[in-house]
């Protein structure tokens, strides 16, 4: 996926703009995949995290482990960005534990239930990265709330920290890490779901998930976005980085 000219510039203050209309669905044709996988490039790309390729896509072999759910995220038609979330379980190793296995498998030994948000990437060129970040998460949450998770976790670089704990509430739960693949160390971060969820959805209603949302997603693999026209945490987002 590369954006057009006109995808660039969009930002919608011209006299003849429209509320962004924003849509997100689990990732099944090979025409989504080609799109979450080129979005994938341009981000760890601009960010340095790989090198330059003849075919710009980016994937790994978590994207096919059957625990593994991969969304898209379109704005006006227009793929924008793209999540995994990954469910942890002895034998069914989540992509954070490449790198923090020690950790990861101490907890799944106390009988935690796990869920990563892995592979969470947002197109360079895209407006408004923090509200697509935010949209992302609806989708984690889903799977949060079907497993009554114990923690979200979430592999982040150091310039992104700030943004995750602010907005998400995480905490930080190891140092900086190698990750396989990546040029850039990450570190990795936490939220306590089942303890912390209610807080965060009554400060953040459009990451809140109704039973509703859940079985829509399950008959549609569509994730039903609330307030998805505005910027849903102008409060939340303040003083947190400008790109996630």
């Known amino acids: 996926y590369t954006p057009t000219a006109s995808a660039r510039r969009h930002d ?17 044709t090979r025409e989504d995949w080609a799109a979450v996988r080129s979005l994938r490039f341009w981000a760890l790309r ?18 096919c482990a ?22 942890a ?5 989540c992509p954070a534990m490449d790198a923090y296995a020690s ?16 592979r969470t990437v947002v197109h360079p ?33 150091d ?7 602010r907005v998400f509430g995480m905490e930080i739960l190891s140092g900086a890490e190698r990750v396989p693949g990546m040029a850039l160390a990450r570190v990795l971060m936490g939220l306590r779901y089942r303890n912390h969820a209610a807080r965060l959805f009554g400060r953040l209603p459009i990451l809140r998930v109704s039973g509703a949302d859940q079985r829509h997603f399950e008959a549609s693999g569509e994730v039903r976005l609330h307030g ?17």
């Open 125 to 157: 060129d895209e407006p408004d990265p923090a509200t697509a970040t935010l949209h992302l998460f609806k989708a984690q949450m889903l799977l949060c709330a079907a497993l009554d998770a114990d923690w979200l976790l979430a592999a982040v670089r």
């Open 228 to 244: 998805e026209s505005a910027p849903p945490c102008e409060e939340a987002c303040a003083g947190a980085p400008s790109r996630p």
């Open 12 to 28: 919608l203050t011209g006299p003849a703009a429209v509320p962004a209309r924003y849509a997100m669905r689990r990732v099944a």
């Open 66 to 87: 059957p625990e593994a759910r991969t969304f898209l995220l379109v704005r006006d038609g227009t793929p924008i960005a793209s999540t995994r979330s990954n469910f």
């Open 46 to 63: 601009r960010h340095g995290d790989i090198p330059t390729a003849a075919v710009p896509a980016w994937g790994d072999g978590h994207d």
């Open 159 to 165: 310039t992104q920290m700030g943004f995750y704990r």
């Open 103 to 118: 950790d990861i498998g101490r907890a799944l030994a106390a009988g935690s239930a796990l869920v990563e948000a892995s």
């Open 89 to 93: 379980a002895p034998g069914a190793p």
